[in-house]
Every structure is written in structure tokens, then in C-alpha cells.
């Protein structure tokens, strides 16, 4: 290897492999974009034992420090004291009035879920009914009764319960007739009228928590009989129990147990005629889950529209059912009048694919989502389109590697005495904005050197991120001298043999992305449109299409500001760098006016900006794809949270999981920490940023655990020495994350450091722990004493 691509190794794998390939005589070659390629396959799996190996090592060399400090820190001391916080704990958790456990309502199924509701356009009308609604099916509360005990958890079967029909029925046809009585719609749409506006509100259409709160009390007050629970208390009970499961995240099955058991089955009149008390207890548990699925929740779900802003928020939204409706139509109505949506027609010869939209709330709008419906052998032929454009798009515009242009300009700026402007823009309907006809034009351009006859061939690949060695990736590329592989930055890859090659006409892939361009189709009711404006969101050429689109539009409208600064774009999020404040300002002019020539339009709200004098307000720290940029020293952290916690953890049971292991799947999961490479840096950030990072970053790993510990467990108490032993091995996983990213930029890092890294770290983490804990009565009395660090 040359000087060059030796230095560049050691930077990527670091010092042992570049000495290995040098001893080995292991010729790797750069390509322009920091991808290696090795002579074949064999070299390849040989380079990628050895750095599999090396990483290995670093792994020991931190576990070791790890199982070192443990034991070091193990003295008949710290044995008498655990000795003395264990009886602590005990004696403490002994006067603590835990939640109780019901006997008869042990292993019982009484978790609930509340589903959103379709999301597919057209979605609910406004008179939608349940097909297994009861209450409005049955004719007789003995029906609804009977229907209770034989359809609700069928697996619980119940014997001597025949002498409670007679007062039950009643009561159930009583319900069943307030139910029939009570205007739904008109409480619904006085209470959305009456709201006051809330500029905090995610989404303008969206009811308020305390509205919902209000209308439920109503239902409880004037459809739900007093009888039927015995008491005002235990009314209070199942109120609270309805507001909280309001109020549960998106994925998370909600548990009626505790509610249940702390009622007062004394007072209800009903089961009084049971004489067994199991039986009485059973009865109650099957009404109650029956009384919130069957009930409850179908009212719900048939008034409001049940929703999240996105995917990754868990917060539902609550939209009343006329409301969503009105919204539906006034996006299909707009989507038509502006020949978004046009009349399909007939096709002989093809038939372009067929998808159905799916739509996403926002704060005063929709965002449409496009849900392709492609036969296997399409998905195929996309793929390799797929392909075809991203090499295209990479070769013309380079890779999107935030944390490489962020480097690069730390270090081009840092040392510079002038203040610098920074401004932060985002695109307007990025996906919808795109003129089709200009963006067909574009791409032909950057064809036009291609050859008619393209060879597709298989490459061998191991990314540099990647950790685990059982297995090589094989990918297809377009293999051409004006086409760059689309290999990340330390990749290592290899190619095979010519055998594994295929051709592929250049007029065929062209043929196939003007048909996405200009022919898809979405089916709304029995209704097909042709999408005639901008390009799907949610396709899967969609991405590169509007990357290729948006490059173009800067490269072309905004040579100007590249010759005097820089700009990083990530799919429809755009960063200026200048010195310039002339410049600055005439930026800030073109984001103002937008590019009507390609038009292309920016979201004033989300413009920010360091320069003074201008409209608009200021900011010292700009917020950019999720991290916070000081605009005077140019670190970076990454941005404060600002939805609650625990509205951004799954909460979804996957492979039947215990909750035990999915507290360990989940609080395992350190991309979650986004300690990232950008932020790590000790050339962009300073050691007290990354301090400061560290420091947010425990405190977030603990709120995370505390949060599923509290959502996850009812007892806690039986449980404790296997969430301490969950939490006592995360936190040394955490810290072996977190040294292991400062490895990458202190290669040669002692032993001794290493070890005080450990310990600061775990002693970060031990602290919040006490912290949060502490606050909490249960978890207080429980883990307190025996996390003492």
C-alpha cells in the first residue's frame, strides 16, 4: 500500500491492523469515497478475522479492568455492609404497603390494548359501528350477560354464577338504554367547540387530555349505573383506571389488575347472591375486562380517530371521528384541484403499480404516506433501479456523511478569530414540492456518459460498523468506470468472480424510473388517481429521487453560497456555514422568497439563524438532525429531548418475551444513547462537553430503566435481585460502549485510563440511580441500599 491509503487504514482500523497488512504485505486500495477493496475474497475474510480480533481484544482489555474493580472492591467490609442493607431492605419493604395480591385473580388475563384506529385513506365514517358491539345488538340484558361471561377470557370458566342474572340483567339493561340515549356526537363536538386554543398542542385538531377526561366522566355519570360497582369509591376506581390507560403509550398492553383488586366487592350488590367469594371475584374480573374492551374502548374507538404524529413518538393523539372525517376529504378535494390526484386511464400494454395512502397527522395538516403494492418480481426490478440511482447520485454529489463535513469544517473554522453565520432550513413538502418533469430531465443528465449495456455484479462486503463475523454480505452493483460503488466509508469489500455478472440495458432502467415518476397510482375507495404532482413519500425509489432532485436544485441555485461557505443537506434539512455576513443575509433572503423555478420553499418557523439585525429571531445554538450546534464554538451535542420519556420506548412484546427480558432488551440497546462519533470527537468537542455528554447520556440510560421498571412490574418487591443483576450488568455494558467510542480517537489509551473512564462512568450512573430512585416510595424501600456505590 502507498503512504496515503496506510495512513488511512490506521485511521479507520487502527495501528495493529495497518502494521498487520504492512508484515502481511496486504495491498488494500481506497477507492475515492474511503471504502477498501482487497485483492478477493479470500484476503477479504483474512483482513476481516484480524479486525474482528483486534476488537476482541479491546473488549477484554475493558472487561478485565471491570471484573478487576469488582473484585477489588469485594472485603468482609462491603459483605457485612450488604449483609445490613439486605436486612434494610427487608425490614423496609416488610412495613411498606406494596401492592396487595388477589389469590383468586392470580394468573388471570386481564391485560387490555388500545389499538389505533386505520390510518388508510378513507378511513371511518362518522356512524361507524362495531359488527360485536353488544350493547347494541343484544335485546335483553340476560343476552349482554350471558355474553360477559362466555365470551370474556374463555379460558376462566365459572360455575354457581346463575344466582346473580336477575340483579345483573337489570343493571345491564339499564346501561344498555343510557347508552342508547346519550348523544355522543353532540357532547364530543360542544366540548371541541368550547376548547380554548393551545399553541401547545402537537396537532390543532387533536381533543386535550382534559377534555377526554371530562367526556368520560360524563359517560360515567350518565350512562354507567352506580349499582354496577356498588359505590362512588369504586366508580373513582374504574375512572381512574380509564384515564390512565387514556394515557398509556402506543404499544404498551395496559394491566387491569391492580385497579381491580383494589375495589371494594363488599358493596356491590349484585354478587352479593354468589356465595363463593372466588366465584364473586371471578364474575367481577370478566365484567370489568369485558366492561372496558366491550364497552369503553368501542366507544372510544368509534368516536375518535386514535393516532401518533409519528413513529417513533409513542403519545397518542385523540381526533373526534367528524373532525377526521372533514380532514380526509379536505385532502382529496385539494389533492384534485391541484392535479395531484388525476383521473386514471387505461393501459394496454403495462399497468403501473397500485398503492393506498395512509395519513399521519400533523399540526395543522396531513402527511400522506404511500403504501406500495408490488408484486415480488417488481420489488425485484426496483431494487436494481434502486441501485442504479443511488451509484448514480453518489458519483455525481459524494456520500452524506455528516460527521467527515463536520470535522472537515471544525477544522477549516475553529482556528479563525471571525464569528461565523449559521442558518438552519427546512424544505417545505419536500416530496410533494418536486416537479416531476425536472426531475426526469435531471436524471437523464447525469446518464448521459453511461453506456447503453451496464453489467451488474456481485460484490462481497463487511462494513466497519459491523460486529458480528459469521456472515459476508453479498450485494449487486453496477460495475462502470463513471459509476461509483455505493460503499460507506470503511467498508471493506472484495469482488468475485465475472461469472456472478449480469446485463442490463441502460433504456430499461430509464423506462422503469419515468414510469415511477410519472405513473404511479394510488387507489382511494373504488377510485384509481395518477399522482401527476411531486413524487410518493414512502416508495422505495422515493429517497434517492428527492436526494437527487435537491443536490441539482443547490448545486445549480446556490453555487453562489458554495463559494463562499458550506452546505450540508440531509434529505430535507439544509445547514449553512459563512463567514460572510452579506452572504449570510442573502441566504437568509433566498430561504425567505424560495426557488419558484423548482419549486422549492422553506418552512419559516423551523428557520434559525445567529445573525443579528434581521427579522426573525436569534439564536446562539442552531438544532440540526437531532443534534444542538454551538454557533460560536462549533460543538455538538445532541438536542435535548422534548417529549416525555416514556412516550419514545416500544413497549411491544415481540417473540413472547417476559417483561424481565424485555427490560434487558431494551435498556441494552445503546443507539438509544446516540453517543455518536460527531459528539465524541475530542477535535469538535471540548473534555468538558463531552463531560457534560456523558453526563446526559447516564442520566438518560437511568431515566430510560427507571421508566420500564415502573411500566413493566406491578410487584416489584419479588423481583429486585433480578433487576439489580439486569441493571448491575447494563451499566458495565454502557461503559464499555461509551470507552470504546473514546478509543476511536485515543487509540493508545493506558490501562490505568481506561480504568478511571470505568470508574467515572459506572460512579455517573450509580449516581442517578440513587437519584431517581429515591424519589420513587417503592423503589426507595427496595433498591436504594443495596445500589450504594
Not at 407 to 417: A, F, L, M, W
Not at 637 to 653: A, G, Q, W
Request: glycine share 2%; net charge positive.
Amino acid at each position: 500500500m502507498d503512504d496515503y491509503t496506510a495512513k488511512s487504514v490506521k485511521e479507520v482500523f487502527g495501528t495493529d491492523f495497518q502494521e498487520y497488512c504492512s508484515r502481511h504485505t496486504i495491498v488494500l486500495k481506497e477507492n475515492k469515497y474511503g471504502a477498501f477493496k482487497a485483492p478477493n475474497v479470500n484476503v477479504l475474510k483474512e483482513c476481516i478475522d484480524v479486525i474482528e480480533k483486534y476488537k476482541l481484544n479491546v473488549n477484554d482489555r475493558i472487561q478485565e479492568i471491570q471484573k478487576y474493580k469488582q473484585s477489588s472492591n469485594v472485603s468482609k467490609r462491603s459483605k457485612r455492609q450488604h449483609k445490613t442493607n439486605t436486612l434494610k431492605c427487608q425490614k423496609a419493604h416488610s412495613g411498606t404497603a406494596d401492592v396487595s395480591t388477589n389469590l383468586y385473580l392470580t394468573n388471570l388475563q386481564l391485560n387490555i390494548c388500545l389499538y389505533d384506529t386505520s390510518a388508510v385513506l378513507p378511513g371511518h365514517t362518522v356512524n361507524t359501528i362495531p359488527a360485536d358491539y353488544i350493547l347494541n345488538t343484544a335485546k335483553s340484558g340476560n343476552e349482554i350477560y350471558d355474553f360477559i361471561i362466555k365470551n370474556t377470557m374463555k379460558e376462566t370458566v365459572i360455575i354457581d354464577y346463575e344466582v346473580s342474572i336477575p340483579s345483573i340483567s337489570c343493571l345491564l339493561t339499564q346501561l344498555q338504554k343510557q347508552h342508547k340515549k346519550f348523544h355522543y356526537f353532540s357532547i364530543i363536538k360542544h366540548l371541541y367547540e368550547k376548547q380554548e386554543i393551545d399553541h401547545k398542542l402537537k396537532c390543532q385538531y387533536e381533543l386535550t387530555f382534559k377534555q377526554l377526561k371530562v367526556f368520560f366522566n360524563l359517560i360515567f355519570a350518565k350512562v354507567v349505573p352506580l349499582k354496577l360497582f356498588g359505590k362512588l369509591r369504586n366508580i373513582k376506581k374504574m375512572k381512574k383506571a380509564m384515564f390512565d390507560l387514556l394515557d398509556t403509550p402506543r404499544l404498551k398492553s395496559f394491566n387491569l389488575l391492580p385497579y381491580i383488586e383494589k375495589l371494594d366487592i363488599s358493596c356491590i350488590a349484585w354478587l352479593q347472591n354468589i356465595q363463593s367469594v372466588e366465584v364473586q371475584w371471578l364474575v367481577l374480573a370478566k365484567f370489568i375486562k369485558w366492561f372496558f374492551n366491550g364497552f369503553l374502548i368501542k366507544v372510544l374507538r368509534t368516536q375518535f380517530h386514535i393516532t401518533s404524529l409519528s413513529a417513533t413518538n409513542n403519545k397518542r393523539l385523540y381526533i373526534t371521528r367528524p373532525n377526521w372525517c372533514y380532514i380526509q376529504k379536505k385532502f382529496i378535494k385539494q389533492k384534485i384541484r391541484s392535479n395531484t390526484l388525476q383521473p386514471d386511464v387505461e393501459y394496454n400494454e403495462w399497468s403501473p403499480p397500485i398503492g393506498i395512502y395512509k395519513l399521519r397527522a400533523k399540526h395543522s395538516n396531513v402527511r400522506p404516506i404511500f403504501m406500495s403494492q408490488h408484486q415480488p418480481n417488481e420489488k425485484k426490478d426496483l431494487n436494481i433501479v434502486f441501485q442504479f440511482l443511488r451509484q448514480v447520485q453518489i458519483t455525481e454529489y459524494g456520500f452524506n456523511d455528516f460527521y467527515k463535513r463536520w470535522k472537515t469544517i471544525t477544522q477549516k473554522y475553529k482556528s479563525k478569530t471571525e464569528s461565523l453565520c449559521l442558518i438552519s432550513c427546512d424544505v417545505m413538502d419536500a416530496f410533494g414540492s418536486i416537479i416531476q418533469g425536472h426531475l426526469h430531465d435531471f436524471i437523464l443528465s447525469l446518464c448521459n456518459k453511461l453506456p447503453e449495456t451496464l453489467t451488474l455484479r456481485t460484490y462481497v462486503i463487511k462494513s466497519g460498523k459491523c460486529v458480528d463475523s459469521d456472515s459476508l454480505h453479498y450485494k449487486q452493483y453496477f460495475c462502470h468506470q463513471n459509476l461509483e460503488l455505493p460503499l460507506s466509508p470503511g467498508t471493506l469489500y472484495a469482488c468475485t468472480s465475472r461469472n456472478n455478472c449480469q446485463l442490463i440495458k441502460k433504456s430499461w432502467l430509464l423506462e422503469k424510473i419515468w414510469k415511477y415518476i410519472f405513473y404511479q397510482r394510488v387507489k382511494i375507495r373504488k377510485k384509481i388517481y395518477i399522482i401527476g404532482k411531486g413524487i410518493i413519500q414512502g416508495g422505495m425509489l422515493s429517497p434517492i429521487l428527492s436526494d437527487i432532485y435537491y443536490n441539482f436544485v443547490l448545486n445549480e441555485q446556490m453555487s453562489i453560497f458554495l463559494k463562499s461557505g458550506e452546505i450540508i443537506r440531509y434529505t430535507d434539512d439544509i445547514l449553512y456555514i459563512t463567514e460572510n455576513e452579506i452572504i449570510a443575509k442573502q441566504f437568509l433572503q433566498v430561504i425567505k422568497t424560495g426557488i419558484p423555478k423548482y419549486n422549492c420553499w422553506f418552512k419559516e418557523l423551523k428557520t434559525q439563524s445567529n445573525i443579528s439585525n434581521i427579522e426573525g429571531k436569534t439564536t446562539k445554538s442552531i438544532n440540526y438532525i437531532g443534534y444542538k450546534i454551538n454557533s460560536n464554538t462549533l460543538e455538538i451535542e445532541p438536542k435535548d429531548l422534548s417529549t416525555d420519556m416514556r412516550y419514545l420506548i416500544s413497549f411491544s412484546l415481540k417473540n413472547n418475551l417476559t417483561p424481565l427480558e424485555l427490560l434487558k432488551k431494551r435498556i441494552n440497546n445503546m443507539t438509544c444513547l446516540k453517543v455518536s462519533k460527531v459528539v465524541m470527537d475530542n477535535t469538535i468537542n471540548s473534555k468538558t462537553t463531552i463531560k457534560t455528554i456523558l453526563q446526559k447520556t447516564c442520566l438518560f440510560q437511568v431515566k430510560r430503566a427507571y421508566i420500564l421498571i415502573k411500566e413493566l412490574f406491578i410487584d416489584i418487591h419479588k423481583i429486585v435481585p433480578d433487576i439489580r443483576k439486569i441493571i448491575k450488568n447494563n451499566n458495565k455494558k454502557v461503559a464499555k460502549h461509551i470507552i470504546k467510542g473514546i478509543l476511536n480517537f485515543e487509540e493508545n489509551m493506558s490501562q490505568s485510563d481506561i480504568w478511571k473512564w470505568n470508574n467515572r462512568i459506572l460512579c455517573m450512573l450509580w449516581r442517578f440511580y440513587k437519584n431517581i430512585f429515591k424519589k420513587d416510595k417503592i423503589l426507595r424501600n427496595i433498591f436504594i441500599e443495596t445500589y450504594k456505590h
